[in-house]
């Protein structure tokens, strides 16, 4: 249509996309693990495991970060056999790879929420960072592990995270199973 717009013979085909918006699973399996073995040079732990961890139970859960934004750490049955998530539709099984993966991120989130007063909000997805604005030290944030990270936040390091490691942007949605409707 650009083409005939121009007035131009010229035409470029567009190979299909066999996967669709999908990666096969042994690209996203490998995608997933790169990510949580390499640690950018720049890049703060805490948050690196955070994202990776995220990444793996976007794999093996097929839902989005939205969806899982919401988690506690009740949801995550690593001790069962087999571990599993517990979403509102039912449980999902999870791999050795993710549940590896998940644990590296609780120890993180553990030594982040040791140093809260009082107790553990049991929030899986926290901040990593303070975060707040160096002119407006009036502005008093609640403690680091507090609160939820946000849905917004999430994708972020994620996108950072992918760029250091490998290059070249994916988006979260590329590692979920393809859905069979």
């Known amino acids: 249509m650009f083409a005939a717009h121009l007035g131009t013979p010229w035409r ?15 690209e996203a399996a490998q995608i997933i693990r790169t990510l949580a073995v390499r640690r950018p040079t720049a890049a ?11 990444a793996a139970l976007v794999a093996a859960t097929g839902r989005t ?30 791999d050795e790879d993710t549940v590896r993966t998940v644990r590296r991120w609780l120890r993180q989130r553990a030594a982040i ?3 809260l007063e009082g107790s553990d909000p049991g929030y899986l997805w926290i901040p990593t960072k303070q975060p707040g604005n160096p002119r407006r030290p009036d502005v ?24 250091n490691v ?5 988006r979260l949605g590329e590692l979920r199973a393809t859905q069979n409707t």
Not at 13 to 23: D, F, I, Q, R
Not at 44 to 54: D, Q, S
Not at 65 to 90: H, N, T, W
């Open 65 to 94: 970060i939205s969806e899982l934004a919401e988690l506690d750490v009740p949801d995550l049955r690593l001790k069962a056999q087999p571990p599993q998530l517990l979403l509102e539709d039912g449980p999902v099984e999870l």
């Open 166 to 170: 490998l290059g070249r942007p994916l």
């Open 113 to 115: 929420t040791a140093r």
């Open 12 to 26: 470029l085909e567009v190979p299909p996309n066999e996967t669709g918006e999908h990666l096969d699973p042994e």
């Open 140 to 163: 008093e944030l609640p403690p680091l592990g507090a609160r939820r990270a946000t849905v917004r936040a999430l994708h972020a390091a994620h996108r950072r995270l992918v760029l």
């Open 44 to 54: 703060n732990e805490p948050t690196w495991i955070r994202t990776a961890a995220l």
